[in-house]
């Protein structure tokens, strides 16, 4: 029996999205050592040196996912609110144990090992959302389930807040897809969409014509739904939520973001340049990757790369490397196989039998599309610097460790998708 | 749960519309935009250019005329500037404090990484005692280049001046020129400065992001040498080029001569002129306005923009038109009572000859011939009217370059003036005739060209018919190039046979005891001319001298001007006749030394100082401007002033 199971389990396993995976990995060993390259010091298997540790951590992902394939399905299912409440603590433990980096405390120094609880936290809460949707079967009509949902979501946002690290929360509004996809309504993308457009359009429009433009939008619409006395009132309602919301929000962001992160918005938004300070990053960035041009300079030929002119290049602006040594057909590449990962996670997700299955691969699909938006737009200026790692991709065992335990979780309960959880 | 499967289509959408998003941008700063490649090379490549030679300039005898001296300036890299002695620096370079700062602020703003120019052209001296201490100025360092030096001091116009490029040239040259390279600006350094200019050489560095060099770009694929520009073998002649100067020093004038076989100028004499080294260094723009506004405008370049009636020297020319139109013969004669009635103005001469023919008629320069000798071109019964007449005329006349430009290799020519049927009916209305325009027939009136055009005249009727476009050039490089359009001949259509008696007359006007220039003859040389003693508005009239020697297989054609000196044969003649012998002999022979040594002592500049002429940028003489008056007889007005013999 256990050969008979082994042998399914192999067969089952999607081996598209592994090679997708290790395609990924491959390409971000090759940038990461591209983008520390010295001509002197370099031999391509040198453990001291970053991209040696990334090709340790490479296999050792690869060793973990495997193992995760062989533990049995169920596990994650009924062990989840466990990982959930151990993601937690390490979250509240690492406000007061934690390493400050940067003037974030995400750290909890293990030996030679820095672990970062965000990272863990992020498939705790998809699992747990998971099990929530899976064993409730909420219809996100009702206050009841959102307010269950939010608070699952909420809780870790929450607590990574407080280190802080917004970017990483940032990455916790990618939950709601899964939840648009199992019924919540449409319009919680849509208002959290026009509190975006909002936001930036408070910065680039001055209050007194942006005020009369909404409200003569939202005069039209009430206008439309005269007949229809409850639509009516929802539009009377949101158009002064709108208006009341873009007072706040200038409250908000004058007390809230720190002034570092207000000065990112600001950039990205052209509002000011600051191209020896804060803006030097993304300016340095821009200049790597728009001078690969179309086909790239080619390996270790980078000269943007090679002499160091982006800061961060191994890590959070890895893309500025494959940008200037690979061109636009290699960005095109990267981008290609990420969008191919993730619509076929999202194939997978559909084909589960179990919703508690779909829900968690949702959950795997959005949080990685949000970083590798959230990534390369900060690198080519289309957002604002936020840290965050480019999947799979970037320099550093934490961030890929914790995305290999993410996909192939996901693959374990797709290879096991005809039996019950 | 039909409708929330459909979901699955709007976040897969969603994410290929944001991909979509990622990429249009990606598009744009990789492949639609340059702006990043570019940023992206002068972030890490800093070019140090090495500057070439500009190529030498030799005489045609081979005589280095222009050669290059070594100077350098200092450069400052505004970044690796550390505190050091600034006061030691100022000393050694001669400014001070003040200056310091507003050069070093200059080169910060311009960028802060990148040299740039702290001082220009410091000489060899300079140089020695900066090098000495230049390893405490850290940031600071020398770069070679060369500059022009002129050993002889010599033919100014000639040879124009190098200057630094403009933001202009720059913009003109399609990125060929950076600040602080040098272009020709005029003269023969502007017409042949691609030749002579070479190629800048470049040395690509690359710097990593904390500004440390990292080597050369690419192992130096990018990186050349300078290489000098090419040698150019001028027409001129050195010795006849320097006499030719110091005749007309103290004087205002023109000389120019030909080599009739080839076209070739032989010497290229502006006066005033000025020192061509005056015209480099530091000193350049200072020295630029003092010449430009002293007076007699050196800088105008008279040779082929300065405009005088040919007076006189138009004679012979006239009789080469009349010959082949076989309206006379050498042996017609025309009665001489000492002028010519004109309708009802009078043409005279200081003589009276009686019956005077050509040969005789040439050496007197008598204008009762000459007027009638026009008469004839004019009413010949072939024309149905004036105009016909006219045109056929002047067409005859352009033939020899008058009235448009002879295409000399050098900037700024100009064409001088023949005018047409249509602009005497627009100033005369419809009753003119030849008695109105008579003053032609003596060179007068509506006629104007440069010396260098009357020295093609000469040119033309010592090669016996036609001419090679003159030049100033002999060969390009170290093949001695020489264009295909200097070895064209151009015919002005006038049989061979019809020059003789033509020359006989221009002969005896040296040789023969009644010739108008008979004080220039030449020992044991047939040198054969015209004078001409052209009428002037401004002042007193301009003496003029054409000529070309020997009479067999010539050697040299020559043009010479001076302006307000009264008769041709007093000075313009023997200048012409002393340049000549001494390029034909290589030395002035007997008592014409002490001749000639006293003619470079005498100082014939106009009487009243002109009128401040604003700037014309093509240089327009205003004492040569064309006016309308009666025709006067060459003789009629004397210089009480001056007699040489």
Redesign the interface.
């Known amino acids: 029996m256990t050969t008979q199971q082994g042998s399914r389990f192999f067969f089952n396993v999607d081996w598209i999205t592994i090679l997708i995976y290790t395609a990924l990995c491959t390409i971000g060993f090759v940038n990461i050592y591209a983008s520390l390259y010295n001509p002197e010091t370099s031999t391509l298997f040198n453990f001291s040196s970053n991209y040696g540790k990334q090709l340790v951590y490479i296999i050792t992902g690869l060793m973990l996912g495997f193992s995760i394939l062989l533990l049995d399905a169920k596990f994650f299912s009924v062990f989840s609110p466990v990982v959930y409440g151990i993601t937690m603590l390490l979250l509240m433990a690492v406000l007061v144990v934690g390493r400050k980096v940067a003037g974030n405390q995400a750290w909890i120094p293990l030996g030679a090992f820095r672990l970062q609880p965000s990272e863990l936290a992020k498939f705790g809460t998809a699992l747990l959302i998971a099990r929530y949707v899976g064993n409730f079967n909420p219809k996100f009509t009702d206050v009841k389930s959102i307010f269950f949902a939010g608070l699952i979501i909420g809780f870790p946002l929450f607590l990574i807040m407080l280190q802080p690290d917004t970017g990483s929360a940032l990455v916790f509004l990618a939950f709601m ?1 899964p939840l ?4 919540l309504s ?1 319009y919680f993308l849509l208002i959290f969409l026009g509190m975006i457009v909002l936001f930036i359009a408070d910065f680039l429009v001055p209050s007194y014509i942006l005020i009369p433009i909404i409200a003569v939008v939202g005069g039209f619409f009430i206008y439309q739904n005269r007949r229809k006395q409850k639509m009516m009132f929802s539009m009377i309602l949101t158009t002064i939520v709108a208006i009341a919301y873009l007072f706040l929000v200038k409250v908000a962001y004058e007390k809230v973001l720190e002034p570092h992160q207000r000065t990112r918005i600001e950039i990205m938004l052209g509002l000011k340049t600051d191209p020896k300070g804060a803006g030097y990053n993304v300016i ?1 960035s ?9 086909t790239g300079r080619g390996f270790l030929e980078g ?2 790369t090679k ?3 982006v800061p961060e290049q191994s890590t959070d602006f890895i893309f500025s490397t494959i ?2 040594e690979w ?2 057909l290699g ?2 590449v990267v ?2 196989l ?2 191919f990962l ?2 076929r996670v ?1 194939n997978l997700a ?1 084909r589960q039998r179990s919703t508690f299955s779909r829900v968690y691969g ?1 959950c795997v ?2 949080i990685i ?1 949000f970083h590798v ?1 959230i990534n ?2 900060m690198t ?3 957002i604002p610097v936020i840290g965050i790692p480019l999947p799979f991709i970037s320099y550093g065992g934490s961030s890929l460790w914790s995305f290999t335990v993410l996909l192939f979780i996901f693959l374990k309960l797709d290879s096991n998708r005809m039996g019950f959880i | 749960m039909e409708n ?2 459909n ?2 289509y ?3 959408g969603l ?2 519309v ?2 979509l ?3 249009g ?3 744009y ?3 639609a ?5 570019l ?3 002068s ?2 490549l800093r070019k140090k250019y090495t500057f070439p030679a500009r190529g030498v300039i030799t005489d045609r005898n081979n005589k280095v005329l222009v050669q290059n001296e070594p100077v350098y300036d200092l450069m400052v890299t505004p970044s690796l500037v550390k505190p050091f002695d600034t006061l030691a620096l100022c000393r050694i370079i001669g400014i001070d404090m003040a200056g310091f700062h507003k050069r070093f602020n200059k080169a910060r703003n311009q960028s802060k990484y990148q040299r740039s120019v702290f001082e220009k052209q410091l000489s060899v001296q300079t140089y020695a005692a900066l090098q000495e201490r230049l390893s405490r100025f850290i940031g600071f360092e020398t770069q070679n280049r060369t500059v022009r030096h002129y050993p002889d001091s010599v033919a100014g116009q000639f040879f124009g001046y190098v200057k630094e490029v403009s933001d202009k040239d720059i913009e003109e040259s399609d990125g060929y020129y950076r600040p602080g390279d040098y272009i020709g600006k005029s003269g023969v350094e502007r017409q042949y400065n691609d030749v002579l200019r070479g190629e800048r050489g470049v040395e690509n560095t ?5 500004n440390v060099p ?1 080597g050369s770009y690419l192992n130096g694929k990018f990186d050349t040498l300078a290489i000098s520009g090419e040698t150019l073998v001028s027409s001129l002649d050195i010795d006849i080029q320097k006499l030719g100067e110091q005749l007309l020093k103290n004087k205002v004038g023109s000389i120019v001569a030909i080599e009739p076989s080839t076209g070739e100028v032989l010497a290229f004499v502006s006066s005033p002129t000025y020192d061509p080294n005056l015209m480099v260094g530091r000193q350049q723009g200072n020295n630029y306005m003092d010449i430009f506004r002293s007076p007699n405008r050196p800088f105008l370049v008279r040779p082929l923009s300065g405009y005088y009636s040919p007076g006189s020297s138009f004679k012979p020319l006239d009789d080469l038109i009349a010959l082949q139109e076989g309206v006379i013969d050498p042996n017609t004669t025309f009665n001489c009572p000492g002028g010519y009635w004109a309708g009802n103005h009078f043409v005279s001469c200081e003589h009276v000859d009686g019956n005077i023919s050509l040969r005789k008629g040439l050496a007197r320069s008598c204008n009762t011939y000459a007027c009638y000798v026009f008469q004839k071109l004019m009413t010949q019964k072939k024309y149905k009217n004036k105009i016909e007449a006219y045109d056929s005329w002047s067409a005859k006349v352009r033939k020899f370059g008058l009235g448009s430009k002879l295409d000399l290799d050098m900037p700024f020519e100009r064409k001088g003036r023949i005018f047409t049927s249509d602009e005497y009916t627009k100033r005369f209305g419809k009753h003119w005739g030849y008695t109105t325009v008579i003053s032609l027939a003596i060179g007068q009136g509506e006629m104007s060209a440069t010396p260098l055009q009357m020295a093609n005249i000469m040119a033309i009727i010592a090669n016996r018919g036609y001419y090679i476009k003159p030049h100033l050039v002999k060969g390009i490089g170290e093949k001695k190039d020489v264009k295909k359009e200097y070895l064209v001949k151009n015919s002005v259509d006038i049989d061979a046979a019809h020059f003789e008696p033509v020359i006989d007359g221009m002969q005896d006007a040296v040789n023969a005891s009644y010739g108008t220039a008979r004080a220039s003859a030449i020992p044991n040389i047939l040198f054969c001319g015209k004078t001409g003693t052209v009428q002037n508005p401004h002042g007193k009239n301009h003496s003029v001298f054409v000529g070309f020697a020997p009479r067999d297989n010539p050697k040299i054609a020559i043009a010479v001007i001076v302006e307000n000196a009264g008769f041709g044969g007093v000075y313009a003649a023997p200048i012409a006749s002393y340049i000549t012998e001494k390029y034909l002999t290589g030395k002035i022979s007997g008592g014409r030394l002490a001749q000639s040594e006293a003619m470079k002592k005498l100082v014939v500049l106009p009487d009243v100082p002109r009128p401040k002429i604003k700037w014309a940028p093509k240089g327009t003489d205003s004492a040569a401007k064309p006016v309308v008056l009666p025709a006067s007889p060459e003789n009629k007005i004397v210089s009480t002033k001056t007699t040489i013999n």
Not at chain 1, 180 to 183: C, F, K, L, M, V
Not at chain 2, 206 to 210: D, L, T
Request: net charge positive; aromatic share 18%.
């Open positions: 897809f648009y996809r199992e019924g449409g340095q821009k200049i790597a990757i728009g001078a690969g041009q179309l000269t943007q002499y160091g002119y940008g200037e061109g636009f960005c095109s981008i290609g990420y969008i993730l619509l999202i559909e949702y699909a959005s599309f938006f390369i737009g080519i200026g289309i | 929330l499967f979901r699955k709007i976040i897969q994410f290929i944001v991909a998003i990622l990429m941008q990606l598009f700063i990789q492949v935009s340059d702006r990043y490649f940023s992206a090379n972030n890490v690359i710097y990593n992001a904390r990292q």
